[in-house]
Nanobody, 123 residues
Framework: VQLQASGGGLVQAGGSLRLSCAAS????????MGWFRQAPGKEREFVAA????????YYADSLKGRFTISRDNDKNTVYLQMNSLEPEDTAVYYC?????????????????WGQGTLVTVSS
């Protein structure tokens, strides 16, 4: 599956952005989807994930209440709505296709990643 992330940009603190990740190739609805981010000088970290049908979601604890993940299987797209953005949210955001995991992590990437979209939050 090929993934194309978009929607990043420059926003002031307190603002909102919605990221999109469009999928093509293999059956999109067969995958759980996740968002990760990597800030400058830091390791990539998990943001949020959603199961194949869209009725189950999981978030990094620090982001609960501000970020919302959703998907539209008819459009082969997963979204990340980001509200009340903070300068600490500045990062490149990546989408990934994978599977629902019942181990230590809720979501397990399958090796399919989008190219990343840059979000910059100014103070």
């Amino acid at each position: 599956v090929q993934l194309q992330a978009s929607g990043g940009g420059l926003v002031q603190a307190g603002g909102s952005l919605r990221l999109s990740c469009a999928a093509s190739g293999r059956t999109f609805s067969g995958y759980a989807m996740g968002w990760f981010r990597q800030a400058p000088g830091k390791e990539r970290e998990f943001v949020a994930a959603i199961n194949w049908s869209g009725d189950s979601t999981y978030y990094a604890d620090s982001l609960k209440g501000r970020f919302t993940i959703s998907r539209d299987n008819d459009k082969n797209t997963v979204y990340l709505q980001m509200n009340s953005l903070e300068p600490e949210d500045t990062a490149v955001y990546y989408c990934a296709a994978g599977s629902r995991s019942y181990g230590s992590n809720w979501f397990s990437p399958s090796g399919y990643w989008g190219q990343g979209t840059l979000v910059t939050v100014s103070s």
